[in-house]
């Protein structure tokens, strides 16, 4: 069996201050230009998550290869694709995007904090949404080394009624 294409693997992430990405149940903080973002930068394009993120979203999201990365044998779930391991994943995105030339070449990890842990050595851009918050939460970002990642676009955003200050930001590998 060859190789799968090597297409640009980016984590797509919102992240406190505190590097805490959610609680395992629902979204920790709501903000308005989040989610129309997340879905420009994910539409067309395989998404690579583990099972509770899957579980927390509670459907396959449209118009994107919903990939499941879970160690529980025989979970399964309609609209959704099944790994086991991390190679599994990528190459179940890289048939995907094969399929079909009008997908984009670019496979999205999705989540939670053990797949972004997973993917971390072969990620080659963060779009990051930073959240000017530290709430408590289980689900953790790993930890970046700032020699490896190099910011190269930042829109901050003030703080708004009940929405919190955040920036939009894309971390390249260095």
Avoid: C
Avoid at 48 to 74: D, K
Wanted: aromatic share 6%; hydrophobic share 40%; no cysteine.
């Amino acid at each position: 069996m060859s190789n799968p294409p090597r297409y640009p693997v980016l984590a797509v992430v919102a992240m406190a201050r505190n590097r805490v990405i959610g609680d395992g149940e629902k979204l920790l903080w709501h903000l308005p230009g989040d989610l129309p973002r997340v879905k420009a930068l994910t539409m067309g394009r395989p998404l690579i998550m583990g099972r509770r993120t899957f579980e927390s979203i509670g459907r396959p999201l449209p118009g994107r290869a919903n990939i499941v990365l879970t160690r529980q044998q025989g979970w399964s779930a309609d609209g959704v694709l099944t790994a086991s391991t991390t190679e599994d994943a990528l190459r179940m995105a890289a048939d995907w995007i094969d399929a079909d030339q009008d997908r984009v070449e670019e496979i999205i990890i999705f989540g939670g904090g053990d797949i972004y842990a997973a993917f971390l050595d072969r990620t080659d851009a963060i779009d990051l949404t930073e959240i000017d918050l530290a709430p408590d939460g289980g689900a953790l970002f790993p930890e970046l080394n700032a020699a490896d990642w190099q910011e190269t676009r930042r829109d901050d955003r003030p703080a708004d009624g009940d929405t919190p200050a955040h920036a939009f930001v894309r971390l390249t590998r260095r």
